[in-house]
T-cell receptor
Framework: DAKTTQPNSMESNEEEPVHLPCNHS???????IHWYRQLPSQGPEYVIH???SNVNNRMASLAIAEDRKSSTLILHRATLRDAAVYYC????????????FGKGTLLTVNP | GAVVSQHPSRVICKSGTSVKIECRSL??????MFWYRQFPKQSLMLMAT?????????EQGVEKDKFLINHASLTLSTLTVTSAHPEDSSFYIC??????????????FGQGTRLTVV
């Protein structure tokens, strides 16, 4: 499994953009990059995923570096409901498919 | 979106008893389900992966005789914590995916089960 490095914590103000970085320098060429988040006392929820190109959905944008060794999750306007632990997960396919969580980044959003 | 329902959300049991946690995919067929445990202020730890109709694959260090996983149908997986002890108290979470080639799809998670063994 590809190793990931994320900041332990980040802080943002409400209504401001947030850029959450993830380093995954050992990623293989076929690994997808998934992002999940976990609100307190809940199961994780899917945020976004991508392979090579930048991706946008209603929750966030995902910017993937050209060498794919890092990616950045972008929340365009943080809200208090976005306060959560964010996990970046490279996923391999085939018989090795696993959804394994690292330590993630705890995002605090200030009102 | 797809929903995964986990039951019960909270359970308290006496030491030495067994507890069963159910995980259901409500509107899709889950080809693969994952079980996790999470201790306070820690990340999710993958316990096992189960595919419908076959034996679960346990992660290193997870006792398969203590944490019994059954994935008998494409919509239901169960985790039974046998002979529970206080150190088994944790937040247990299931996850399900609904495609045979799951790289390009999202996983869906249950809301978790808070197990307290007294």
């Amino acid at each position: 499994d590809a190793k990931t490095t994320q900041p332990n914590s980040m802080e943002s103000n409400e209504e401001e953009p947030v850029h959450l970085p993830c380093n995954h320098s050992t990623i293989s060429g076929t690994d997808y990059i998934h992002w999940y988040r976990q609100l307190p006392s809940q199961g994780p929820e899917y945020v976004i995923h991508g392979l090579t190109s930048n991706v946008n959905n209603r929750m966030a944008s995902l910017a993937i570096a050209e060498d794919r060794k890092s990616s950045t999750l972008i929340l365009h306007r943080a809200t208090l409901r976005d306060a959560a632990v964010y996990y970046c997960i490279p996923i391999s396919g085939g018989s090795n498919y696993k959804l394994t969580f690292g330590k993630g980044t705890l995002l605090t959003v200030n009102p | 979106g797809a929903v995964v329902s986990q039951h019960p959300s909270r359970v308290i049991c006496k030491s030495g008893t067994s507890v069963k946690i159910e995980c259901r995919s409500l509107d899709f067929q889950a080809t693969t389900m994952f079980w996790y445990r999470q201790f306070p202020k820690q990340s999710l730890m993958l316990m096992a992966t189960s595919n419908e109709g076959s034996k679960a694959t346990y992660e290193q260090g997870v006792e398969k005789d203590k944490f019994l996983i059954n994935h008998a149908s494409l919509t239901l997986s169960t985790l039974t914590v046998t002979s529970a002890h206080p150190e088994d108290s944790s937040f247990y979470i299931c996850s399900a995916i609904g495609q045979l080639i799951p790289l390009n799809t999202e996983a869906f998670f249950g809301q978790g089960t808070r197990l307290t063994v007294v």
